[in-house]
């Protein structure tokens, strides 16, 4: 009975020591398939080796398999089961806002318009008939001194009958003569016909009218069918339309028949968008390209902020006063400008980083393996990068496409409210 127990306690020590043999060994392989690189089969992924090799049951090569788990594979499932609207799992890059002093500009789209303040108008300074009228196009090119049109008027033809009566049967009559004569000079008569009259003792029943101004001639018609301030001719208009003031036609005294504008002037009308008004100011400086002029760059600055909204439109207007002396600048040509808005300290991320929702701004917020959609303040843009208010801090990681993580089909949701 003895020689049993002895024997028993013997079977136990030795199936003792096998089993902490056993399990150091096993401890042992299993550190080292954590420190090892451990190859496997793509088609039979319970083939091990520590070496590379070939799969015993296919044939294939074996692959060096990682030994760490990819980031998402520690998302829960609760995570995974989040509706789109408010977090998204992605692999897109992930960036960081920068802060520092960036030169801001304001970009600009606008069109060249003739300048205003050159304008000036020709209207008849007495009712009469236009005898002969010696502008023929919109756009011809008058100067000051030049005869443009002829009127009969009776009332001019009447005052120079007067002031020939006075010439022969009172011309002691200083004052009453020289009364006669200020008569027709202020009403549209030159020195030298004046003196033609009293030396011929004849009236002009065809009065010349001579132009006071240099510049194109813009028919009044014309200029009043445009569709903005300064707006001369509408688009459609052609140089070669007839003229709205013909031969045989009667006037009326103040009637407005011509405007003539300086062409060497223009200027450039700018539309600066909403959220950029509050950083355009008189004065700074402005680079001005043309889409249909390759290479043409001209440098001016700020001239003009326009005080009010035009009608139907939300962004504001600004004018750059130009020279066009050479004239290779075109009325309507469009532009497109730089304005340089000075330096501005913040926190910048790409415009890319941003989704406008109408009345949110958001980025989408890394958390872990997930990004969430978080509101953010924008200010203004600068090229490619826009100033960030509130919302981040310069530690934050947000996805550097901000629409590419957007579901199309569902709304975002941003602090507990769908907007």
């Not at 127990?5 to 096993?26: E, P, R």
């Not at 200010?379 to 996805?399: H, P, Q, Y």
Request: proline share 4%; aromatic share 8%.
């Amino acid at each position: 009975m003895r020689s049993i127990s002895v024997a028993l306690a013997v079977l136990f020590v030795a199936f003792t020591f096998i089993s902490a043999c056993n399990y150091q060994k096993h401890g042992v392989v299993a550190q080292a398939a954590k420190t090892e690189s451990l190859y496997t089969c793509p088609m039979h992924p319970q083939i091990l080796e520590s070496r590379p090799g070939f799969c015993p049951v296919c044939g294939m090569a074996l692959v060096k398999r990682s030994g760490q788990a990819s980031e998402s594979a520690t998302i829960s499932l609760n995570t995974v089961l989040q509706p789109v609207g408010s977090s998204v799992i992605s692999g897109v890059k992930a960036i960081t806002p920068a802060f520092g002093a960036v030169k801001t500009t304001v970009s600009a789209e606008g069109y060249l318009d003739f300048d205003a303040r050159t304008f000036n108008n020709i209207a008849s300074r007495f009712s009469g008939r236009i005898e002969k009228l010696y502008i023929k196009y919109a756009f011809q090119q008058i100067h000051k001194g030049q005869r443009i049109f002829d009127v009969y008027s009776p009332e001019m033809v009447t005052a120079q009958q007067d002031l020939i009566y006075l010439t022969k049967n009172d011309a002691t009559d200083i004052n009453l003569i020289n009364a006669a004569k200020q008569k027709l000079l202020l009403q549209g008569m030159t020195w030298q016909q004046v003196n033609q009259v009293i030396k011929t003792a004849k009236p002009f029943y065809s009065l010349p009218v001579y132009s006071a101004y240099d510049g194109h001639v813009h028919d009044i018609a014309h200029t009043q069918m445009g569709d903005g301030p300064g707006t001369t001719m509408p688009a459609d208009i052609s140089v070669d339309m007839p003229l709205a003031v013909k031969e045989g036609m009667y006037v009326e005294t103040g009637q407005v028949l011509f405007n003539v504008v300086n062409p060497h002037k223009l200027w450039a009308v700018l539309k600066i968008d909403g959220d950029a008004i509050s950083a355009i100011k008189l004065n700074q400086p402005v680079a001005i390209s043309f889409p249909d002029m390759e290479g043409k760059n001209i440098e001016g600055k700020v001239n003009f902020i326009e005080p009010t909204l035009r009608a139907g439109e939300k962004d504001a207007t600004a004018r750059v006063y130009l020279e066009n002396m050479d004239h290779t600048l075109k009325v309507n040509s469009l532009v497109t400008a730089q304005i340089q808005t000075g330096q501005t300290k913040a926190l910048w991320v790409p415009r890319t980083a941003l989704l406008n929702l109408g009345l949110n701004t958001i980025v989408w917020l890394k958390s872990g393996g997930i990004y969430q959609a978080h509101k953010v303040i924008s200010g203004i843009v600068s090229g490619n990068n826009i100033e960030i208010k509130s919302g981040l801090k310069a530690t934050d990681s947000i996805a550097s496409n901000a629409q590419y993580l957007t579901d199309s089909e569902s709304f975002i949701k941003v602090n507990g409210n769908e907007k």
